[in-house]
């Protein structure tokens, strides 16, 4: 997790493999630190019914908990459409008014989409300092190679030269 006081982070991109390692490794490290009772998960993507979603999205981002104050939000794909009114809403107001222990993520497979008024609260509050926006690109050419490379020596795999070529080539 960050060492900075930032709670609210965008992290989008073409790299889904690196957004999702990200996501997977923060969520270990909250669950290590805190508890893995107060993470939630929602993809916009997977779930568009706005009945279902919404009293669910407003629990998770309510700050008082039984379970403690400290909470991990993952919101994927939230930001590469138009929000129900609801749902939008409730996010702005959140993201304005997140404290301490209280970290949302937004996760997106792309770009965000400009007009997205959330999108461009966080815009607007990155400037402040108040959140963190990254940008995952796939790596290519030599930056490809190495990736490769660091990727197969975390799986204690050594690869020859030729594969490496082959899987960049790919």
């Not at 749902?87 to 008014?97: M, P, Q």
């Not at 690109?137 to 594969?163: Q, T």
Request: charged letters at 30%; one cysteine or more.
């Amino acid at each position: 997790m960050s060492t900075t006081s930032k709670q609210v982070f965008l992290w989008h991109g073409d790299n889904d493999y690196e957004i999702s390692q990200q996501v997977k490794n923060w969520r270990t490290v909250f669950e290590k630190k805190y508890t893995g009772l107060n993470i939630s998960f929602f993809d916009l993507k997977e779930n568009k019914s706005v009945p279902k979603l919404l009293p669910d999205l407003k629990n998770a981002l309510q700050v008082n908990s039984l379970f403690g104050s400290n909470k991990f939000i993952i919101l994927k794909n939230f930001l590469g459409e138009k929000l129900n009114k609801e749902i939008e809403e409730l996010l702005l107001c959140s993201i304005e008014k997140s404290t301490e222990g209280f970290f949302v993520v937004f996760s997106e497979e792309k770009d965000p989409k400009k007009t997205n008024k959330v999108y461009k609260k966080l815009v607007q509050l990155k400037k402040d300092g108040q959140v963190e926006i990254k940008k995952f690109d796939l790596p290519k050419g030599s930056e490809l190679v190495r990736w490769i490379i660091e990727k197969a020596k975390s799986y204690d795999a050594v690869l020859s030269p030729e594969v490496i070529n082959l899987l960049a080539a790919m």
